[in-house]
């Protein structure tokens, strides 16, 4: 065989890997119907084919439809076939798979259940294997890789930058001993926040008072492993937090309020290590609904006067089934609560999964899509837009100023601090 | 060390990760090989994420301060 053919083949044979069962279903099935079209923001807000998730999907069919189905072997150009080595090809398929936020809106619209996202996880392993994968995302991805193999050279000097913070949470909870917990053994809870200390502080303040056993975990919870498609790396990135679980013997894993690393801790590590959590994950907004309930802490009710209104994170709603925990717990905190309509399920995705807010490349559809989610916020008249995702709140901030909103952006947790009754211990 | 000339000046504070990281990936082609940006930020999780994108990207950090909240990064561009 020449090079090219050997190419080829290779290539093939790496989407033939990828090719279960389900897949196949969903390349055999779809009829064009466009119900699609509806569903997707990228395209509602563009009406650009690129981002019809029929289309994002087609990309890959005419692949498939060559070279692994007998009608498609016989009769290539009926089902429009094409090379996987494809230039063309290629360069459109980079455009619609790293523009696309895997919110899988388009699935539930889609009358089969076509869930779009998983076919571009073969796009991204085929970009990848041509050497066509995002680079920032790559950047990212490798770093966190690195930070785990050093974690060594890091700890120290972040957990001596976060004493300004350890000071600010003695003085909110008025106990001169309370501070962040590292490296214990045995903790009923490992915390794994995001990196920096936003999403550190809050948590820490609301463990104090709930008289949660835990420690923080040292890595963060976000894998741009898993946004960039490579599982190799997306694993390695979520085996520092297994780890670092195994090693402390902790009962739970809790995650902060990050859509995705909800996802990969709970769906996806195991798809990919072939193998179970050391403890079960549970999320942050499941935890705390809990303290509430149970009367572990006391927040004021009503103390937040301004209407406050709730974006559902796809990834922790319609993706990972958190709904009611959240609003329950902001409802707890403020008096004027007002949800978005479609919510839950329906929601309309903000625009900055999938790590869009990374790749700056996709800013103009970003922002454009962004338009359904800051019509959405308008229309409640809130003044505080609250959701527990990162990647949703830097997309809000964004879509703050480009629409001018005038909402103030807060996590679920900063919430519950600025209500809270602190019981001084 | 005190005298290293900078040739691009980053005002990466108030940003959160990913951010501060993503802005001194975008702007190092900006730099000669060789040139120096002089990266500062506000947040902690840069204090890994800066120097682990320099490693694995096989740039250098030269130089690393902190002047009160604020975390100084000189980046050198290796290549």
Same mark, same amino acid.
């Given at each position: 065989?020449?090079?090219?053919?050997?190419?080829?083949?290779?290539?093939?044979?790496?989407?033939?890997?990828?090719?279960?069962?389900?897949?196949?279903?969903?390349?055999?099935?779809?009829?064009?119907?466009?119900?699609?079209?509806?569903?997707?923001?990228?395209?509602?807000?563009?009406?650009?084919?690129?981002?019809?998730?029929?289309?994002?999907?087609?990309?890959?069919?005419?692949?498939?439809?060559?070279?692994?189905?007998?009608?498609?072997?016989?009769?290539?150009?009926?089902?429009?076939?094409?090379?996987?080595?494809?230039?063309?090809?290629?360069?459109?398929?980079?455009?619609?798979?790293?523009?696309?936020?895997?919110?899988?809106?388009?699935?539930?619209?889609?009358?089969?259940?076509?869930?779009?996202?998983?076919?571009?996880?073969?796009?991204?392993?085929?970009?990848?294997?041509?050497?066509?994968?995002?680079?920032?995302?790559?950047?990212?991805?490798?770093?966190?890789?690195?930070?785990?193999?050093?974690?060594?050279?890091?700890?120290?000097?972040?957990?001596?930058?976060?004493?300004?913070?350890?000071?600010?949470?003695?003085?909110?909870?008025?106990?001169?001993?309370?501070?962040?917990?590292?490296?214990?053994?045995?903790?009923?809870?490992?915390?794994?926040?995001?990196?920096?200390?936003?999403?550190?502080?809050?948590?820490?303040?609301?463990?104090?008072?709930?008289?949660?056993?835990?420690?923080?975990?040292?890595?963060?919870?976000?894998?741009?492993?898993?946004?960039?498609?490579?599982?190799?790396?997306?694993?390695?990135?979520?085996?520092?937090?297994?780890?670092?679980?195994?090693?402390?013997?902790?009962?739970?894993?809790?995650?902060?309020?990050?859509?995705?690393?909800?996802?990969?801790?709970?769906?996806?590590?195991?798809?990919?290590?072939?193998?179970?959590?050391?403890?079960?994950?549970?999320?942050?907004?499941?935890?705390?609904?809990?303290?509430?309930?149970?009367?572990?802490?006391?927040?004021?009710?009503?103390?937040?006067?301004?209407?406050?209104?709730?974006?559902?994170?796809?990834?922790?709603?319609?993706?990972?089934?958190?709904?009611?925990?959240?609003?329950?717990?902001?409802?707890?905190?403020?008096?004027?609560?007002?949800?978005?309509?479609?919510?839950?399920?329906?929601?309309?995705?903000?625009?900055?999964?999938?790590?869009?807010?990374?790749?700056?490349?996709?800013?103009?559809?970003?922002?454009?899509?962004?338009?359904?989610?800051?019509?959405?916020?308008?229309?409640?008249?809130?003044?505080?837009?609250?959701?527990?995702?990162?990647?949703?709140?830097?997309?809000?901030?964004?879509?703050?100023?480009?629409?001018?909103?005038?909402?103030?952006?807060?996590?679920?947790?900063?919430?519950?601090?600025?209500?809270?009754?602190?019981?001084?211990? | 060390?005190?005298?290293?000339?900078?040739?691009?000046?980053?005002?990466?504070?108030?940003?959160?990760? !990913?951010?501060?990281?993503?802005?001194?990936?975008?702007? =190092?082609? #900006?730099?000669?090989?060789? @040139?120096?940006?002089?990266?500062?930020?506000?947040?902690?999780?840069?204090?890994?994420?800066? !120097?682990?994108?320099?490693?694995?990207?096989?740039?250098? =950090?030269? #130089?690393?301060?902190?002047? @009160?909240?604020?975390?100084?990064?000189?980046?050198?561009?290796?290549?």
């Amino acid at each position: 065989m020449t090079p090219e053919a050997n190419a080829r083949a290779e290539l093939l044979q790496l989407i033939d890997s990828k090719m279960n069962r389900t897949l196949k279903y969903y390349l055999d099935t779809c009829v064009r119907c466009a119900i699609c079209k509806d569903a997707c923001h990228q395209y509602v807000a563009t009406g650009d084919v690129l981002y019809l998730p029929a289309y994002r999907a087609e990309l890959i069919r005419r692949i498939y439809k060559k070279y692994m189905t007998g009608s498609g072997r016989l009769l290539p150009k009926l089902f429009e076939g094409r090379d996987p080595e494809d230039d063309v090809l290629l360069d459109e398929l980079y455009k619609t798979t790293y523009a696309c936020t895997s919110c899988r809106r388009c699935m539930f619209w889609c009358p089969f259940s076509i869930d779009t996202s998983w076919v571009l996880a073969v796009a991204k392993a085929l970009l990848l294997a041509t050497g066509r994968g995002s680079e920032i995302l790559t950047q990212l991805a490798d770093s966190a890789i690195d930070k785990g193999k050093n974690i060594d050279l890091y700890t120290g000097v972040i957990r001596e930058v976060l004493k300004g913070s350890e000071e600010e949470m003695r003085r909110i909870v008025q106990d001169p001993s309370a501070g962040f917990v590292y490296d214990k053994q045995g903790a009923d809870v490992l915390y794994v926040a995001l990196a920096g200390t936003h999403t550190i502080l809050p948590a820490a303040i609301v463990f104090h008072q709930a008289g949660e056993d835990w420690t923080l975990s040292s890595f963060e919870g976000s894998n741009y492993g898993y946004f960039l498609g490579d599982t190799v790396k997306a694993k390695a990135i979520a085996q520092r937090i297994v780890d670092e679980a195994k090693t402390l013997g902790v009962k739970e894993i809790v995650m902060s309020e990050c859509g995705h690393a909800h996802r990969v801790m709970r769906d996806f590590y195991r798809m990919w290590a072939k193998e179970e959590l050391p403890a079960p994950m549970v999320s942050i907004l499941s935890k705390v609904d809990g303290y509430i309930k149970d009367g572990r802490i006391k927040v004021t009710p009503g103390k937040i006067t301004e209407p406050v209104t709730y974006h559902d994170p796809c990834q922790i709603g319609r993706n990972f089934g958190l709904f009611e925990e959240p609003r329950n717990v902001v409802r707890a905190t403020c008096s004027d609560f007002r949800d978005m309509t479609p919510n839950r399920q329906k929601q309309w995705c903000c625009g900055g999964g999938g790590g869009l807010v990374a790749e700056t490349e996709f800013d103009d559809v970003r922002l454009k899509s962004g338009r359904l989610k800051a019509d959405q916020i308008k229309a409640t008249g809130a003044k505080i837009l609250v959701t527990p995702c990162e990647n949703c709140r830097l997309q809000i901030e964004s879509l703050n100023d480009h629409y001018d909103l005038g909402v103030r952006v807060s996590a679920v947790l900063d919430l519950v601090v600025e209500a809270i009754e602190i019981k001084p211990r | 060390m005190d005298d290293i000339k900078v040739d691009l000046e980053l005002d990466l504070k108030g940003l959160l990760c !990913p951010l501060p990281m993503v802005r001194v990936s975008q702007n =190092i082609s #900006k730099v000669p090989v060789g @040139g120096v940006i002089r990266a500062t930020a506000t947040d902690p999780g840069s204090l890994a994420d800066i !120097p682990s994108w320099a490693r694995s990207t096989g740039n250098e =950090i030269i #130089k690393q301060e902190q002047e @009160g909240s604020n975390l100084i990064y000189y980046i050198k561009r290796i290549k």
